[in-house]
């Protein structure tokens, strides 16, 4: 079945909107953070330790899984789902940031895009059409158009061709989606440019999507030009159907994202943190590699209900990290990704009793302090 965006509530001083998904896998409620499994993994997390964190909605990747292993072979096995051991929705990217993000040479034409691999130098073209294709085989409950991610900062010119290139981009891949239990959402675009913004966005709802995704932002642009690329497209994306906000986070920008109307976000930032040995906490990111945590035998946060700060504390973690044992790594994973969630869980009870605001503030004022 394609996802349905039932709208539950909508906060009564902001535009933050209480809401859910229907999917293949059951019924989930937004606002949600979707952990990223690029390469049909979250990193070091087993499909189980996700659920256990309370997720909904995770992502993979359409170029990493056209490359390794092929779709080919994730269609073999019966789709993603099969092949990962997850039970639950999965949102497949285009590939789009990948190709403009990692590929070191690029040809854009209005056929699609000529590159060569991150992994062995070998030419490929990815089109809107194989982008659809690929993510038709690999049975994702949601698809995304293929589109050029913009980069930032960009001329008018540019973002002008750029936009409407993406738009008849998503034309055309809309035109050979033909998986009945995928739902496929459309990325609007535009820079930082009001009205190319507007554009996109009106011209994408246009075309008609099952949901709506804003992208190009979180590209190296400031806060306050990332925040106005978000108001500039919102407020002409449509009520009933589900707003993401792409490759976006930070707490800070939840919150933010939040207040504008957006439903979903997903980011890399949990896991990629936790390589790191960096943990989200109430008081804001700690690098437990720092040696004040050597004899912390307290929990990260104690508020925290995952399954790390259940069992372990700062100080056994931070050995782990010092010994280089991939266990650290995991824990670290496993309570980043659960901070999101439940921040998205606590500003969806705070949407429901129409305090949404008075959350967000007591929330940034301690977070932000450090």
């Not at 606590?346 to 429901?352: D, V």
Request: net charge neutral; charged share 30%; aromatic share 10%.
């Amino acid at each position: 079945m394609k996802i349905k965006y039932n709208l539950l509530h909508k906060d009564k001083n902001t535009k933050a909107r209480l809401g859910t998904l229907e999917t293949n896998y059951g019924v989930y409620d937004t606002p949600m953070f979707m952990p990223v499994g690029t390469q049909a993994t979250v990193k070091t997390l087993s499909p189980e330790e996700l659920k256990e964190v309370n997720s909904a909605v995770i992502l993979a990747n359409t170029y990493h899984l056209w490359l390794r292993p092929g779709e080919d072979i994730v269609s073999e096995a019966s789709g993603l789902h099969k092949f990962m051991n997850y039970n639950g929705p999965i949102l497949t990217d285009s590939g789009g940031f990948q190709v403009f993000s990692l590929a070191k040479v690029k040809d854009i034409t209005e056929e699609g895009v000529t590159f060569k691999s991150h992994i062995d130098g070998s030419n490929l073209f990815l089109t809107p059409e194989k982008s659809i294709a690929i993510q038709n085989k690999l049975d994702s409950d949601i698809a995304m158009s293929f589109d050029e991610c913009i980069p930032y900062p960009a001329t008018y010119d540019y973002v002008k061709k750029s936009t409407e290139r993406t738009l008849r981009w998503a034309k055309r891949g809309k035109g050979v989606h033909n998986n009945e239990r995928q739902s496929l959402f459309g990325i609007v675009q535009g820079g930082e440019y009001q009205d190319l913004r507007e554009f996109s966005a009106k011209e994408t709802v246009k075309i008609g999507f099952d949901g709506y995704a804003i992208g190009g932002t979180s590209v190296g642009e400031d806060k306050v030009t990332m925040y106005k690329m978000i108001d500039d497209a919102i407020r002409y994306l449509p009520e009933d159907k589900p707003r993401y906000l792409m490759g976006v986070g930070d707490p800070v920008d939840i919150f933010e994202g939040v207040e504008r109307g957006v439903d979903m976000f997903d980011c890399v930032l949990p896991t990629r943190l936790a390589r790191h040995a960096h943990a989200f906490t109430k008081d804001g990111k700690i690098n437990l590699k720092n040696a004040k945590y050597k004899k912390d035998f307290t929990k990260i946060d104690d508020d925290c209900d995952c399954y790390c700060c259940q069992n372990y504390t700062k100080a056994y973690i931070r050995h782990l990290i010092i010994a280089n044992e991939t266990f650290g790594q995991r824990l670290l994973s496993i309570h980043n990704i659960r901070f999101l969630i439940r921040i998205c869980e606590n500003i969806r009870q705070s949407i429901k009793n129409d305090n949404f605001l008075t959350y967000k503030e007591e929330f940034l004022s301690r977070y932000k302090k450090n």
